[in-house]
């Protein structure tokens, strides 16, 4: 079973970049159908997608957040990684990474990490 892992700073100050990454245990991001994408959750509020990267390498990204995130991928470490620029005390959240297998819009297997507490904050 595929199981992500989230690692990275707990305190990010404002303005600066937060890189958060994912390791992926129990399958490989190579694998056929494999993609790897980016939640948070504010505190008090729902649950936000931020975007994926899908096992051809190819990224999508929510309009919101677009002109200041990436995803990139190490497959030689089995990982992928976010990167949120100019970040601001909005940003404070529980950032999940799932990883998992997209078929189709009817199928599809998500494995959840545990969440990363992230503070925006001097």
């Known amino acids: 079973q595929v199981q992500p892992q989230e690692s990275g700073p707990g305190l990010v100050k404002p303005s600066q970049t937060l890189s958060l990454t994912c390791t992926v245990s129990?399958?490989?991001?190579?694998?056929?159908?494999?993609?790897g994408s980016w939640i948070r959750q504010p505190p008090g509020k729902g649950l936000e997608w931020m975007g994926a990267?899908?096992?051809?390498?190819?990224?999508y990204y929510s309009p919101s957040l677009k002109s200041r995130m990436s995803i990139s991928r190490d497959t030689s470490k089995n990982q992928f990684t976010l990167q949120l620029t100019s970040v601001t005390p909005e940003d404070t959240a529980v950032y999940y990474c799932?990883?998992?297998?997209?078929?189709?819009?009817?199928?599809?297997?998500?494995?959840w990490g545990q969440g990363t507490q992230v503070t925006v904050s001097s």
């Open positions: 799932l990883g998992g297998y997209y078929y189709s819009d009817s199928r599809r297997e998500d494995y």
């Open positions: 129990g399958g490989s991001i190579t694998a056929n159908y494999y993609y």
């Open positions: 990267i899908a096992v051809s390498g190819n990224t």
